[in-house]
C-alpha cells in the first residue's frame, strides 16, 4: 500500500532507502518539490512531497530479481523488435 510522506528540507530522498530500516525497503514514487510558501504567519521552507511503501527486507530480495528479469526482457525485447525492423517510436507507452 503506497501512503504520502513529506520531508522538512529541500533534499530529495532516495528513490530505493535499504538503510535506514534493519526491517524494511522504502520504496518511493512521485516526487513532487514544494516551494517555500507561508501558511498564515508560519514559514514552510521548500521540501519534497512523495508517495512510499514499506517492503520487509526478505521480500525485496524477490523483488530485486523480478526487476532485474524485467529489465533484462525488454532489452531482449528491443533487440527482437530490432531485428525484426519493428518501429517502436510510434507505439503508446504504458
Given at each position: 500500500m503506497w501512503y504520502e510522506c513529506e520531508n522538512g528540507?529541500?533534499?530529495?530522498?532516495?528513490?530505493?532507502d535499504t538503510t535506514s530500516s534493519?526491517?524494511?525497503v522504502y520504496v518511493r514514487r512521485n516526487f513532487e518539490f514544494i516551494p517555500e510558501h507561508t501558511e498564515g504567519e508560519t514559514?514552510?521552507?521548500?521540501?519534497?512531497?512523495?508517495?512510499?511503501?514499506?517492503?520487509?527486507k526478505d521480500a525485496w530480495t524477490i523483488c530485486e530479481q523480478v526487476?532485474?528479469?524485467s529489465d533484462e526482457l525488454d532489452t531482449l525485447t528491443e533487440i527482437l523488435y530490432t531485428m525484426m525492423g519493428v518501429?517502436?517510436?510510434d507505439e503508446p507507452e504504458d
Open positions: 528540507n529541500s533534499a530529495r530522498p532516495a528513490d530505493v534493519q526491517v524494511y514559514v514552510i521552507p521548500g521540501h519534497y512531497r512523495w508517495e512510499e511503501t514499506k517492503i520487509p526487476i532485474a528479469q518501429n517502436t517510436d
